[in-house]
């Protein structure tokens, strides 16, 4: 399975609503293998398959596969019925339109829509109450119906611009992985916009590839789906087998493959996923493994990694975490938030 991580921001975000109503939070954190005093630390990352069992501990507790984001309950099994229901759609069209359906239906506060707008389509949700109020509920709602579009696909989705009608939250950085690059904040509409072509695109999922993907789930909702035998988890393989001070150029790499340049680009595009964005991925779990389990210094690591200078490491990591290389070491090799959070090479 490939792994990535996630920022422990949204653990707490997970855990909120069940500080909210007295829960112990102890069983749920023990049941995903999470110290409770990885929480101190704002810097930690845990495994998307940790989240994904803390995702699943919540929801039975709560009986809410939404995290009490909403007035009504998302109850256990809505999630199954969803893919039940989209998957025999023809279009991606036509299943994000169900979707849209299915959640207005089962929601009290959010409310979904496919507008069509030029050669977009955006998919817009919004809530009755105070729009800054449920951040988390845009998070997860947006995660769940783009999640299950990748798999209807075969491959992700490529959003191509996405607004939110909140401030910029301190986890910004992380949105970029789950989206895109280009993000907008106190919008109007909090939307994920798509090229308007991938509406006629084909759900190519059927009854027989549902109950694999369904068992997966959120594990692979969250890693964002990936088809294992499309264009990117090739490239991504093929990188990770090398030394990554010697990772090739992107002529060079479509050479290897067999692919002229602007084919290989393309392919990536059509899968959501760009030559950068696969390295940015493998770099940032590879720097932090390295960083909380070896006693490598920062500049060697970033030798390593295939950087320069230092310095440009330092941007980078920054880019991705929120912190300095040297400062998430402190924090994360300190005995009272020292934990194992399952990190590894080829998650986004």
């Not at 696909?153 to 280009?182: I, K, N, W």
């Not at 050479?255 to 493998?282: C, V, W, Y």
């Amino acid at each position: 399975m490939e792994k990535g991580s996630v920022s422990i921001d949204f653990v707490h975000s997970a855990l909120a609503p069940l500080i909210a109503r007295g829960i112990d939070t102890g069983p749920v954190l023990r049941e995903a293998g999470l110290e409770p005093a990885l929480l101190a630390s704002s810097q930690a990352r845990i495994s998307a398959k940790s989240f994904s069992a803390l995702w699943l501990a919540v929801a039975r507790v709560l009986d809410d596969e939404l995290f009490g984001q909403d007035s009504r309950r998302m109850k256990v099994g809505s999630f199954a019925l969803l893919c039940q229901t989209a998957v025999h759609c023809a279009t991606l069209g036509e299943a994000l339109r169900t979707m849209a359906r299915f959640f207005n239906m089962l929601l009290d506060d959010f409310n979904c829509q496919l507008e069509i707008d030029g050669g977009r389509a955006d998919l817009v949700v919004r809530d009755r109450r105070a729009c800054s109020a449920a951040v988390f509920g845009y998070e997860t709602l947006l995660m769940l119906i783009h999640g299950i579009l990748c798999w209807l696909a075969g491959h992700q989705v490529r959003v191509l611009r996405a607004d939110f009608c909140y401030p910029e939250p301190a986890r910004s950085a992380e949105y970029r992985t789950m989206y895109c690059d280009e993000l907008r904040f106190d919008c109007r509409d909090t939307r994920l916009s798509f090229d308007l072509s991938c509406l006629e695109r084909p759900v190519v999922q059927s009854a027989h590839t549902l109950g694999a993907f369904v068992r997966g789930a959120p594990a692979n909702i969250v890693r964002k789906y990936r088809n294992r035998d499309g264009m990117a988890a090739h490239v991504r393989r093929h990188l990770a087998a090398l030394p990554r001070a010697g990772w090739p150029d992107f002529e060079t790499l479509a050479r290897h493959m067999n692919k002229a340049p602007s084919t290989l680009r393309r392919r990536l595009e059509d899968e959501g996923e760009s030559f950068q964005s696969i390295k940015d991925q493998l770099r940032r779990d590879l720097a932090i493994d390295r960083l909380c389990n070896s006693t490598l210094s920062v500049a060697e690591i970033a030798t390593e990694l295939g950087f320069a200078e230092a310095s440009a490491f330092h941007r980078a990591f920054k880019k991705w975490t929120g912190a300095g290389p040297q400062s998430y070491r402190q924090r994360m090799n300190q005995p009272a938030t020292r934990a194992d959070t399952g990190r590894g090479i080829g998650g986004g």
